[in-house]
Nanobody, 124 residues
């Protein structure tokens, strides 16, 4: 079955950086778009960034543009989220997800499988 395992979360000071990783198994990884979402306490889960099957086309939420970068390594079945200039409002549980096709947008219904999440906490 499809499994997604996120790693790389933690506690960081404002202005710092983290790189999240999501290792996928049980699927032909290079066939599918991937996305990162996050959920802060008391808020709904929201789209952060996504990439098409090749990594050549990406999208990001306005709140993270210029600070976060999504990438993927199809040889390693892994998608990454490089997060720079972190802010306290970036504090959330971050989830990776596999889309049902080679490209997907910002809506949760476009994604079929989800990881368990990794906590990112940014202190001020």
């Amino acid at each position: 079955q499809v499994q997604l395992v996120e790693s790389g979360g933690g506690l960081v000071q404002a202005g710092g950086s983290l790189r999240l990783s999501c290792a996928a198994s049980g699927l032909t990884f290079s066939n599918y778009a991937m996305g990162w979402f996050r959920q802060a306490p008391g808020k709904e889960r929201e789209f952060v960034s996504g990439t098409n099957w090749s990594g050549m086309t990406t999208a990001a939420a306005d709140s993270v543009k210029g600070r976060f970068t999504i990438s993927r390594d199809n040889a390693k079945n892994t998608v990454y989220l490089q997060m720079n200039s972190l802010k306290p409002q970036d504090t959330a549980v971050y989830y990776c997800a596999v889309a049902g096709s080679s490209w997907a947008g910002k809506f949760e219904y476009e994604y079929d499988y989800w990881g368990q999440g990794t906590q990112v906490t940014v202190s001020s």
